[in-house]
C-alpha cells in the first residue's frame, strides 16, 4: 500500500553506511511512492536541496529500480539537472529522464495519482519546455508561485519556490528578488529548522555584507544538519567571507574538501585539490596569513591540472582543473603578494579559445610585472589583456550557456582599466592614473555583489586607495579603503590600508580598531 505521506530522519553520520544513505538532513514530501522507494527518494531530495547533483541523481535511480511507476522519483532526477542559482542546466538531459517515465506529458501526468504531483510534473514541463532559458525560468517561478500558493502547508513547494526566485535573477544579486526569496523560506524555518533547502536557500539569500548577520543562524545550523554533503559545508562560508569570519572559513572549506575526498575515495579515486572549496579554503589561508598552508594547497592543485592536462575548455573552474589552478594561482598572487616568487614565474600555455583564463592571466601577469617595476613587460600583458578581450564578443556567441557575459565582460573592462593606471604610474603620470582608478572602482560598484572571494581580483577601491596613500593623499585613501571595507569586511589587505591612510590622517581610533581585528586574524597563525 503507497503511503500518504514519509519523514525520513537521516541520521547524521559522515557517509553512506552499508547501502543506508545518511547524513543529507531532513526533508518531508508527501508522495505515492511504495514503502520500499521511500528511502532512496527522500535521500535524493535532500541532496537534491544540497547541490549535490550526481549523488541524488543516483538515489532517484535507485527508487526508480525499487518503483518503477513512481513518478515522483523520475521528477527528482530530472531536477538534478537544473542548477538554478549557477545559472546551468542540461534541458536534453532532464527530456531524457521524463521520456523514461512517459514519452509524452499527459502519459507522465497519468502515472502521478495526486493533483499535487501532477502539479510538480507539469512545472517540469515549464522548465524544461519551449522557448529561452531565461523565458522558461520566468515561467517556471510563476509555475513555482501557484504551487506555493495552493499547497500553503508544504515545505517542499516553499524552497522550490525560494530557489526559483533566486534562479531567476538573470542580472545578478537583485536584492529585492533575493528577499523575495529569504520571505519564503523564513516562512516555513521555524516549523522545519533541519530541511536542508530551506537553510541552503536561506545561505544564498543573505550571503552579501549587508545581510549576511541575517544568515548566520541558518549557516550555524546547516553544518550540523548535512554533514555528507560537501557543498552544505562549504555553503555555510558564504556567510563567514561576508563578515570576515575566517577562523569559520577556513574550517568549513576544510571540512568541505574532506568529505567530498572520503565520497572519492569510496570510489577509489585520488583526493582532489583544485575546486570550489579548495579556492574559497586557500582565500581564508592567506587571510589568515597562513601563506604556507595556501602555497601548499596551490602545489597540489598544480599537480591535479598537469594530470588532468588540458582537455576540451569548460569555463567553469568548479568543473575544470586548468581554470581553477589559474583561479588559486591569482589569488594566491595577489593576496600573499608573493610577486617574486616561484609560483609568479609559473606559466601555462592557453590555446586562444580559453578567452576568460587568457583574461585573467594576462591581467595577472601584468601585476606581476607592475610590483617588480618591469614597465615593458607590464605593456606586453596590457597588449595581450587587450587581444584576449577583443575575442570576448566572439566566445560569447559560441558559448550561449557560459555564465560570463555581463559579470565577465564588465570585469575584463575593470581590469584592464585597473593595469592601464598601474602603467600609467610607472611612467610617472600618477594623476591619471588615479582617474583611471576612480573610473574602474565606480565601474565596479554597478555590478551585482558576487558571493565569495573577490570577483575582481584587487578590488579597485582597495587598488585606489593603495596609490592614493603612496602618492601622499591620506584622506582620500581613507575614504577608499573605508568603501572596500563595507565590501570585503576583515580583508587582510584592507585592514593594512586603513591602519596607515587612518594613522596618517589623524584618525586614531579607526588606526587601532582595524589593527586590533588584524592582529586577531592573524593571531597564532603560522
Known sequence: MRLAAILLVLELTPLALFGQESGAGVVHFPNSGTEEAQASFLYGLAQLHNFEYNTASTAFRKAQQI???????????????????????????????????????????????????????????????????????????????????????????????????????????????????????????????????????????????????????????????????????????????????????????????????????????????????????????TQQGRHRDAGRLLDACREDMEEAGLKAPVFDPDNSAVHSYLQLRTRYLFDAEAWDSEVARWSTALPMKYVPERISFEYTQGYVAYNLGDIDEARRRLASLVAARGDLGAFNDENPDVDYRVEGTTRSEIVEKQLRALISKMEGNVADAIALLREAAELEKTMPFMFGPPFIDKPSHELLGEVLLEAGHPEEALEAFEVAASRTPNRAQVLEGLIVSAGQSGDTAKASDAKQRLMAMRVNRK
Open 67 to 285: 518503483d518503477p511507476d513512481f513518478a515522483m522519483a523520475y521528477w527528482g532526477e530530472a531536477m538534478t539537472h537544473n542548477h538554478a542559482i549557477w545559472t546551468q542546466q542540461d534541458r536534453e538531459a532532464a527530456l531524457a529522464v521524463l521520456k523514461r517515465l512517459g514519452p509524452t506529458s499527459a502519459a507522465r501526468l497519468a502515472k502521478a495519482p495526486t493533483q499535487r504531483e501532477k502539479d510538480y510534473l507539469r512545472a517540469l514541463d515549464i522548465l524544461y519546455g519551449d522557448g529561452s532559458k531565461h523565458d522558461r525560468d520566468d515561467a517556471y517561478t510563476e509555475a513555482m508561485s501557484r504551487l506555493h500558493r495552493n499547497y500553503p502547508g508544504d515545505p517542499e513547494a516553499a524552497a522550490f519556490y525560494a530557489l526559483a526566485l533566486l534562479g531567476g535573477a538573470h542580472e545578478g544579486r537583485d536584492f529585492a528578488t533575493y528577499m523575495r526569496a529569504a520571505a519564503i523560506a523564513e516562512e516555513v524555518f521555524r516549523d522545519y529548522p533541519d530541511h536542508p533547502g530551506i537553510l541552503h536557500y536561506l545561505i544564498h539569500s543573505y550571503d552579501d555584507p549587508i545581510h549576511a548577520p541575517l544568515g548566520l543562524r541558518a549557516a550555524r545550523i546547516y553544518a550540523r544538519v548535512a554533514p555528507d554533503a560537501a557543498h552544505a559545508q562549504h555553503m555555510t562560508s558564504h556567510i563567514f567571507v561576508a563578515m570576515g569570519m575566517w577562523d569559520d572559513v577556513v574550517a568549513a572549506n576544510e571540512n568541505a574538501a574532506d568529505v567530498a575526498n572520503l565520497r572519492r575515495a569510496a570510489r577509489e579515486r585520488p583526493a582532489y585539490h583544485c575546486g570550489h572549496y579548495n579556492f574559497w579554503l586557500l582565500y581564508g589561508y
